[in-house]
């Protein structure tokens, strides 16, 4: 079905450079500056150039008065995984229909605000008109389990971060000075094996460190059984993602998570990276000094300083919401320290084979409560002060920082800094006498917000057919009727369409699109894993027999048993595999820090 979306303003800072339109791909679109209006054709599921032969549009849609852009794209909420689940078993008395009893407005389980069923968690998702999530902590061991329920995130493409660096195998290679071509290979294997499409690391050696009951490790600390430093595993990851080729840098939740004065470890971090990209996670939990009279305050300012200073870093922001979640994390250590905070007062800590730990915590954010309040505030301090929206992400780290169903209305906060004052003036009063909130009088724009959700995911992810309308995309399209609350704008997009199935109306789910024979036909959404180039060269028969002699040693079944066919993949868990996530030939890559 041929599609024209007419009239609308298309936002799409991916195809503008300096106010001229980068390509002549949709060559309605004259002298295109990123806010032009113009049309935007469509087919068979792909965005196309206008057809130049005459062909009429099948279906046209006036969309006067609107905005459009690309599926927006979260790089980091916890959809699939084993400690999703395990959140699930612990909480069950926290979901409804148990807080309504008696109420008799029953809910099922899965419609808990904070820990949706994976079926809800997409259609809220695609309710926002995102279309494309990743899931950051898949543990190798546990990949199936992960990607199983990321199929049951239905009509959402997915991918997830393969988690490394507490890993004994990896750990120990490094501690023998491996050469690099040979991290490089052991790296390359596991993503290939367990079908991600990029590295996470977890309080690098951390967890491993906490199984010897280590209790707090500084980015210099060596391991106790190894001598390996968080800093050595950083450089090393870093160059490793880089050399294999990856487009998305080590993804980084760095050490000492919440700890007051945590800033020193996060800047330690970023100066191990040795000028390798880097991204650090939900920075807002690792952006902490210890001034006042609380002995905590924000350290916004310090991280963007640092950001300057080392333009190869990126952040995704983890902002928190006022009200009940559960935090999880692979990080048992510091799960473990704020398990004595649960609410309500339960916890369930795991170490996990030879390969990671997790740490489910439920956590109430209260306003009331100073360190809450200016959690809060340094999160948005850190949107509004990092000048470059394309190396600050949107995230709430779903669900730690709160539900991702929050966009919406952080998106309206990022943009009136009338609602920011009205939101400052609800916390608690010395939280916002210290923060620097108030004076901030930033307003993010509709090219910003589409930058921080659509084009600039889509590139440190290397997703070149996503993020953008060009020709040739994918043909995720959201249409949003312009009105002066961006948080209504973004809540209820007018129109959603994935891979130009028109999805949503008005905030209504369009059953089975416009095809009427969708049902019979098995969904399978994509699985977007990276494409390593020379993988057979990278990994040698060699090398595999060396990991896996050494798997053997360490772990309690056969490594080969991670490896993901496929087959199996696309006929057992029901995802479609695509190969993409491989950097730009054009992307500068390794950037000289500056002095
Ligand atoms: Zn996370």
């Known amino acids: ?97 148990w807080r309504e009893a008696g109420g008799g407005d029953f809910r099922s389980p899965g419609e808990c605000d904070f820990l949706p069923s994976s079926k809800l968690t997409a259609s809220r998702y695609l309710d926002m008109g995102y279309t494309t999530c990743l899931e950051p902590a898949v543990m190798p061991c546990n990949a199936r389990s992960a990607h199983a329920e990321m199929a049951d995130v239905n009509g959402v493409d997915c991918g997830g971060y393969c988690l490394l660096g507490n890993d004994d195998v990896l750990l120990q290679l490094i501690a023998e000075n491996s050469p690099q071509e040979i991290i490089n290979a052991y790296v390359a294997w596991m993503v290939t094996a367990t079908r991600c499409i990029a590295v996470k690391v977890v309080n690098p050696g951390g967890i491993s460190a906490f199984k010897y009951n280590v209790r707090s490790f500084d980015v210099d600390t060596p391991h106790p059984e190894n001598g390996v430093t968080p800093g050595r595993i950083i450089r090393t990851l870093c160059r490793a993602v880089y050399e294999i080729g990856l487009a998305h840098p080590l993804h980084v939740h760095c050490s000492n998570l919440g700890v007051p004065g945590n800033i020193a470890s996060t800047i330690a971090t970023i100066e191990a990276a040795d000028g390798f990209p880097i991204h650090i996670t939900h920075a ?229 699109g416009e095809t009427p024979d969708a049902a019979s036909v098995p969904k399978q959404d994509r699985t977007l894993a990276a494409a390593i180039p020379n993988f057979d060269d990278l990994v040698s028969q060699e090398r595999i027999a060396d990991f896996r002699s050494r798997y053997g040693r360490v772990g309690t079944f056969a490594m080969d048993r991670l490896w993901i066919s496929r087959d199996e993949m696309e006929d057992v868990l029901g995802n479609r595999l695509q190969g993409t996530g491989i950097r730009d030939c054009e992307t500068p890559a390794k950037t000289e820090v500056a002095s």
């Not at 032009?36 to 279906?59: H, N, Q, S, V």
């Not at 070149?464 to 995720?476: E, H, I, P, Y």
């Open 1 to 97: 079905m041929l599609t024209r979306i007419r009239g609308s303003r298309l936002i799409d800072p991916s195809r503008s450079v300096a106010g001229i339109k980068s390509d002549a791909a949709n060559g309605d679109v004259e002298n295109y500056d990123g806010m032009d209006r113009g049309d935007l054709w469509f087919e068979e599921g792909m965005i196309i150039a206008a057809p130049t032969d005459g062909r009429a549009a099948d279906r046209e849609i006036d969309a006067g008065g609107c905005i459009t852009m690309a599926g927006g794209i979260d790089l980091h909420t916890h959809i699939g995984g084993g400690k999703v689940t395990l959140a699930r078993m612990l909480l069950r008395d926290q979901m409804p229909p």
């Open 284 to 512: 807002q939990f690792h952006c902490y000094g210890t001034e006042g009279p609380y002995q905590f305050s924000s350290a916004a300012s310090q991280l963007v300083e640092a950001m300057q200073k080392h333009p190869n870093v990126t952040i995704d922001v983890g902002q928190i919401q006022f009200g009940q979640t559960v935090t999880i994390s692979a990080d048992s250590m510091h799960q473990y320290e704020n398990s004595g905070h649960a609410k309500p007062r339960k916890s369930v800590l795991v170490d996990v084979e030879c390969e990671a730990g997790c740490g489910v915590v439920p956590f109430r954010y209260r306003r009331r409560e100073f360190v809450h309040s200016l959690q809060w505030a340094i999160g948005l301090e850190l949107f509004l002060m990092i000048d470059d929206p394309s190396r600050v992400f949107l995230t709430t780290d779903h669900p730690n920082g709160g539900p991702f169903t929050a966009y919406p209305h952080l998106l309206g906060l990022l943009s009136n800094r009338s609602l920011r004052e009205t939101a400052l003036a609800e916390i608690h009063a010395d939280a916002a006498a210290s923060s620097s909130l108030a004076g901030i009088a930033r307003e993010y724009s509709l090219d910003e917000i589409a930058t921080m959700t659509r084009s600039a995911p889509a590139k440190i992810l290397g997703l070149a057919d996503r993020g953008s309308l060009a020709a040739g995309c994918v043909a995720d399209v959201v249409v949003y009727e312009q009105q002066n609350s961006a948080e209504k704008m973004f809540a209820v997009p007018k129109l959603v369409f994935k891979s130009g199935q028109l999805i949503r109306r008005d905030g209504e789910v369009i059953a089975n």
